[in-house]
């Protein structure tokens, strides 16, 4: 079973620049996440899916992040402009279904702003 | 509002020694926990995970870990490590109340770093 895919794996931008990740769950998982990994602290979520609905999104910078998962299927993560403090590993992850399931992580997408 | 605190944020050990890495949390409702391993320039993958019935949840790789609700306390152990354990621990939470803001959604702890040596 393939796991859940990434792209880009790196990326370096300067600030005020934008980028976009772009993640393609495992296949029927109807869950997707967005985590945020700053350096030395353990994740965080910015958004859930719900098949193409937004669950939470309470810490989501919706200023400069975006985020949509067209069809309930693959997702984009839009970051516009972007900050110093936004270097992190964006990792996204996906489960068949909420709470209690497995969630399964990709490798992540580690962006370094300069 | 959920959080999770992993006391120590790293562990030096020798290889075959036991260890235990700690994780405390604090939730208004049920929860479901979890621990999640990551190696160096990967994404994490699950350890092992507690629901429900026994609170002695047995994992991957030889891992273990015991729910106590009263100290609500969620600590890994292994009785004896590999150099190849080394990397690091995050604990987390999710929220079982179906339709609760937390559904679904893990809180993680700060991460330990467990370090083995030859």
């Known amino acids: 079973e393939a796991g859940v895919a990434q792209s880009p794996r790196y990326k370096i931008i300067e600030k005020r620049q934008s980028v976009a990740f772009w993640c393609n769950p495992i296949?029927?998982?109807?869950?997707l996440y967005w985590y945020q990994q700053i350096l030395g602290q353990g994740p965080k979520l910015l958004i859930q899916?719900?098949?193409?609905?937004?669950?939470?999104d309470s810490q989501l910078p919706k200023d400069r992040f975006s985020a949509e998962r067209l069809k309930g299927v693959d997702s984009t993560l839009k970051i516009q402009p972007a900050k110093l403090e936004d270097s992190a590993v964006y990792l996204c992850?996906?489960?068949?279904?909420?709470?209690?399931?497995?969630?399964?992580f990709g490798e992540g997408s580690w962006l370094t702003v300069v | 509002a959920q959080s999770v605190t992993q006391l120590d944020s790293q562990v030096p050990v020798f290889e075959e020694a036991p260890v235990e890495l700690r994780c405390n949390y604090s939730?208004?409702?049920?929860?479901?926990l979890f621990w999640y391993v990551q190696y160096p320039n990967q994404g994490l993958q699950l350890l092992l995970k507690?629901?429900?019935?026994?609170?002695l949840v047995k994992g991957i790789n030889g891992f273990e870990a015991e729910f106590n609700k009263s100290q609500t306390s969620f600590h890994l152990r292994k009785p004896s490590v590999h150099i190849s354990d080394t990397a690091e621990y995050f604990c987390?939470?999710?929220?079982?109340?179906?339709?609760?803001?937390?559904?679904?959604?893990?809180?993680f702890g700060q991460g330990t770093i467990l370090t083995v040596h030859p």
């Open positions: 992850a996906s489960s068949l279904e909420p709470s209690g399931n497995t969630i399964y």
């Open positions: 296949s029927g998982h109807a869950t």
């Open positions: 899916f719900q098949n193409n609905g937004v669950v939470d």
């Open positions: 939730s208004s409702v049920s929860v479901y």
């Open positions: 507690y629901l429900s019935g026994s609170t």
């Open positions: 987390a939470v999710s929220d079982q109340q179906a339709g609760g803001t937390s559904y679904g959604k893990l809180t």
